[in-house]
């Protein structure tokens, strides 16, 4: 175990072996489902007129929909990254998208929910896509693997399933390539997700396990008896991807039901980023798509399921984050968040009932990328600020009166945009003193802010 962390789970096991976590037995499982470049609108549970999802819509019937669920970053490595360790991107590391030879990675002094749990107990299962390291740093000695990040077992590509999303060839089982597969990426990923249920994990521990699809991500390949459901359309197969990567959701959900554990486990669904619309993805009428701060690019669907403590049937409009679901697992155990590191998210039990979420951070978003200009924002309560890549022109929403951000209001109200500027810069300089700068300022992609700020 890294030494960074040794202190912090020594304390936090002290915790439970003191009998706060009473309820071992009944501990519930937790399954993380994650789409890649779903947007918003990309679904018929959330209003499109004709892609059919009829799994999200079972899931949406059995538990909450979230109507401003967030990904962490505009784009997936980052929000993944937040998702597994609680951080806003440029804290842990991993602030861009991750491809090439660069530096960055999630580092292996970052604490990740499933280390915590599986240091609990709890069995651990990653498959799909990983993508929190670069191409030449996956499944190579030096650089942590998802093993090293906690899970006892995992199947993953670094990015893309690759040569295509049909028939790839580039997963790795535990370290060792599995060569050629036969059939769908979303498919092959939920079928391996069903074999670990039933054939591997230990039935007499709760376990965490994250489903990391692909879909709807290029290059689409899409099995015809889903694009025949949309013939004739011209976004025939980007429309029967998600009805594929839908199935997929199906037989993750089947395979729970099966094996009779569907009853304790939190699931939940969401997408790294927005869509991306040259490829027939479609934000549901929100300004901006994939890395934009603007709600196309971050807003994203948001289903929990957990029979007897969520509603069934039920929508919140209390605005949640991926960078909470680690704060929302150790928050449902009782166990302490890490004391040594600033922690972004919040729990978010309280928005499954339609309540405010109790949070010490706004939230928060940066994509490192050239284009849109506005790369940074900000959200605290229904007020939005957004930022260019010089902190130095600001614009400001009101998000439930202007969902679709049309109306900028920062010269309307100065007062309000100074001080949400404020706080915007304050978090700021905050996560720069606790990132890894050096990996910033090397990067030759990097953006420049000037002076203090420039990373």
Known sequence: MNGEKRNWFGLALGFLASGVVAFAAERPNFVVVVADDMGWGDSGTYGHELIQTPNMDKMASQGVKLNQCYSACGVCSPSRSAILTGRTPYRNGVYRHLSGNGQAHLRASEITYPELLKE???????????????K?????????????????????????????????????????????????????????????????????????????????HSPIATDTKFQELYKGHKNAKYMGNITQMDDALGMVMKALDEQGVADNTFLFFTSDNGPVPSYGGTTGGLRGNKRSEYEGGIRVPGLVRWPGKVKPGTTSDVPV?????????????????????????ANMLPALAGKPVERKMPLFWRTHVSPPEQRVAMRVGDWKIVGDEMLEKFQLYNVPKDWQEKNDLAKEMPEKTEEMKKVLIKLWEGIVEEGPNEWWESDKQRSKFGGKLSY
């Open 120 to 134: 609990a107990g709890y069995e651990t299962c990653h498959v799909g896509k990983w993508h929190l390291l670069s």
């Open 321 to 345: 984050i991926g960078t909470d679901v680690f704060a929302t697992v150790l928050g449902i155990l009782d166990i302490p968040l890490p004391a040594d590191r600033t922690i972004d998210g």
């Open 136 to 216: 030449q740093q996956f499944n190579k000695p030096g650089y942590p693997q998802p093993g090293d990040h906690g899970f006892d077992y995992w199947m993953a590509t670094h990015n893309n399933a690759a040569p295509s999303h049909k028939n790839p060839n580039n997963f790795v089982r535990n370290g060792e390539p599995v060569g050629e597969t036969e059939g769908y990426s979303a498919q092959l990923v939920a079928a391996e997700a069903a074999r670990w249920l039933k054939e591997i994990r230990d039935p007499e521990k709760p376990f965490v396990m994250s489903v990391w699809f692909h879909e709807p």
